[in-house]
Every structure is written in structure tokens, then in C-alpha cells.
């Protein structure tokens, strides 16, 4: 099997993690992988088996006009369609909205199955009118769509909706390692991880827990990630009385070290896609609470089971569950001895068996395709 893979950039991100693990399970495989991003990045964030074709194409240059914008988007397809046939794969596959337009223009009458995936929330996700109206035209094109939540599917309309189907995120096995005694905090700590962005609602989190402080004075709060955003929240922390006990240690390369010595993890998202963030702490036997974004938590956690989910963008809300779960122990405790089964749900092995199906699906409809267009032509003769 030869699959071409496509992605803006192999930098830090859940998207781009994703699609690191699949090449890396299919070159495993023996098949051969080639990975196209659009930048310009020779040493990818995320290690990739050495098998594995990686090229950064160096086209994910910005345009400073609409003029500039159509002529660069032109090159853009132009250089990607050129690297899709050198690669001569059976399937090629993408990532993320304006990547997957791309391809799918780059790819027409090529005759290579195409299949695009949806890795954002689409209602909150704007792409531009332009952007928009050129993703309902091109995903016409696509041989299958592949969404992460029942949500994000409905988004789009029924002719599209026919094509698709839904593949949740994978979720990997944390490394075990011994336990430390230097633990980044010695006090108890609830843990956050993502964008300082907007949409990632830490300043809500910053104000729930401020709500707290007083009550208890042995909990701490770090925040993994950096962003837009720091000097915000770093000033938001500040004015609510927050610096001594709200840390900020910024990117960290080992996640699953902070995860494993906290106490709870929170997510204050104000919307998601699929959040390997959560998945990730869970994975680690960590309780979880998060609010009920559209989309992603509520197709992860079984709210009660395995943690909960709270009103979205409802700071009293968000504090109270963070009171509920630092007052009970006993509760913390059932939540996370159920969390790590978020490893049997989403394991590697099914989620890439269901990704191997769209495969078989769309490689034997486009033999289908060839084959009776074969027949067509000899009639003719």
C-alpha cells in the first residue's frame, strides 16, 4: 500500500500528533508513506519512522493581498500537485480545512482516491467566505470525509454528510516511569494544557479557581502552553491574586510527566474538536473535568464514570466541580480508576482498523470506477 499523507505542519498540535502516529503505525507496516506539510520545517516536531518519505514542500507562505493571495494559492497547488504524482500513491489522505481544498484541487482528474478530515469544530471555526464556499464546492470531490464527532458531521449538509463517516481520535499509552519524588509542585495541583487562545477558556479557569483560593490554600494550578495570550493571563492571575499559586511553565516536551503527578485535570474550553489533551490525562489515570463544549468532551467523557462535564462558559459552574472533586477524595479516586479505560476505547489498533476500512472502501470504489470506464471505452471501439 502506498499512502500520501498531507498536513500543514508537523509542529506541535493534536492534529499534526495524529497524523505523526499514523504514518509511523503504517510504515511499521511495511507500507510506503510519504508525508507532504506545507511548510518549510525539515526537522518535524514529532518523530517519524525513518522509512517514511518526508517532504516540507516550503508553500505555507502568507499573502499580504487578495492579488498575491490567488497567485500564491495557484503555485501552492501547483508544486503540491507535481509532489502527489512523484509520490504515485493509491490513497492519498489530509488534514484540516484549507490544506484539505488545497488537495483536493491539486488532486482533480488525477484519478487517486482522496480522502479529507475535518480536525477542528467547524460552527466555531470561520474560515473566511472565500475559504467557506470553496470547501463546500471541493469536499464534492472528496471519495470520503472523515469528521471526529457526531457534531462536527452535522455541520455540513446531507450530500456531504452521505460521503462521511467519523473516526475519533487514538489514544497512546502514556510512558511508564518510575515516580518521582521532585514533583513540579509539592503541594496538590489541578492541571491544565493547550493555546493560549480564546477559545481555550483559561481565563474562565483562572477566575473559577480564583473563586477557591481562600478555601483552600494547599491547591495549586499550572497551565501548560504558551500562545497570544500569555501576557493576558499572566495579568489575569495576577489581579485576582493568583501568583503564587497559578504557574505558567510554558511548552514542555514531556506532558506525560506534569499529567503524572497532578491530582485533576481541567479543561475550561469555550468549543474543541477532539481533545487529545483530555484523552491524554485520562490515559494517565487522572480524574477529569471539563466543560461541555460542542464538540469532543461529551463523545470522551461518560460524565459521572469517568469524570465531569459542566456547563459550558459557566465559571461558578466550572468551580463548583473543581470544589466537588478537591473536598471528595473518594470520588476523585472512582474517577480515576475508571479514566485509563480510555485507552481500550480509542486504542491505536481500533481506531487505525477503522481508518484501514475507509481505505479498503475508497481504493476498491475508485477500481470500480476504472473498471467500468474500461468497459465503456472497449463498447466504443
Not at 466543560?291 to 460524565?303: F, M, V
Amino acid at each position: 500500500m502506498k499512502i500520501t499523507l498531507i498536513i500543514n505542519s508537523l509542529t506541535y498540535g493534536g492534529a499534526e500528533r495524529i497524523m505523526s502516529i499514523m504514518a509511523n503505525y503504517w510504515s511499521a507496516k511495511g507500507w510506503k508513506i510519504t508525508l507532504l506539510t506545507f511548510d518549510d520545517n525539515e526537522i518535524p516536531d514529532f518523530p517519524l519512522d525513518s522509512d517514511i518519505n518526508y517532504i516540507p514542500l516550503g508553500i505555507a507562505e502568507k499573502s499580504r493581498n487578495a492579488i498575491i493571495g490567488i497567485w500564491n494559492n495557484s503555485k501552492r497547488i501547483r508544486i503540491l500537485r507535481y509532489a502527489i504524482i512523484n509520490s504515485n500513491p493509491d490513497v492519498v489522505i489530509s488534514f484540516m480545512s484549507k490544506v484539505n481544498i488545497t488537495t483536493l484541487l491539486a488532486t482533480r482528474w488525477l484519478n487517486i482516491p482522496v480522502i479529507v478530515s475535518e480536525r477542528s469544530n467547524p460552527e466555531k471555526s470561520y474560515l473566511g467566505w472565500n475559504w467557506q464556499q470553496l470547501r463546500k464546492f471541493t469536499y464534492l470531490f472528496a471519495d470520503k470525509i472523515v469528521f471526529q464527532t457526531q457534531r462536527a458531521r452535522d455541520y455540513f449538509p446531507v450530500n456531504l454528510q452521505n460521503k462521511s463517516c467519523i473516526i475519533p481520535n487514538m489514544v497512546v499509552l502514556p510512558p511508564i516511569k518510575k515516580q518521582s519524588s521532585d514533583k513540579f509542585s509539592t503541594k496538590r495541583s489541578l492541571i491544565a494544557m493547550g493555546r493560549f487562545v480564546p477559545e481555550k477558556g483559561f481565563d474562565l479557569l483562572l477566575q473559577a479557581f480564583a473563586k477557591l483560593k481562600d478555601n483552600y490554600p494547599e491547591w495549586t494550578l499550572t497551565i501548560l502552553g504558551d500562545g497570544k495570550l500569555r501576557p493576558e493571563l499572566e495579568s489575569l492571575r495576577n489581579e485576582l491574586g493568583l501568583s503564587d499559586r497559578v504557574y505558567f511553565p510554558g511548552m514542555v516536551n514531556d506532558t506525560y510527566t506534569f499529567l503524572q503527578q497532578a491530582d485533576i485535570f481541567i479543561m475550561s474550553s469555550r468549543f474543541e474538536g477532539f481533545p487529545n489533551a483530555i484523552c491524554e490525562a485520562m490515559a494517565c489515570g487522572l480524574p477529569v473535568i471539563s466543560t461541555d463544549c460542542p464538540s469532543g468532551p461529551r463523545e470522551i467523557i461518560r460524565d459521572g464514570i469517568d469524570g465531569i462535564l459542566v456547563p459550558n462558559e459557566d465559571v461558578s459552574a466550572l468551580a463548583a466541580a473543581i470544589e466537588r472533586l478537591i473536598s471528595n477524595e473518594q470520588e476523585r479516586n472512582s474517577l480515576a480508576a475508571h479514566a485509563p479505560e480510555i485507552t481500550e476505547r480509542f486504542s491505536v489498533k481500533k481506531i487505525m482498523e477503522m481508518w484501514e476500512d475507509v481505505l479498503v472502501q475508497v481504493i476498491e470504489k475508485e477500481f470500480r470506477s476504472q473498471e467500468s470506464e474500461f468497459r465503456i471505452k472497449s463498447s466504443n471501439i
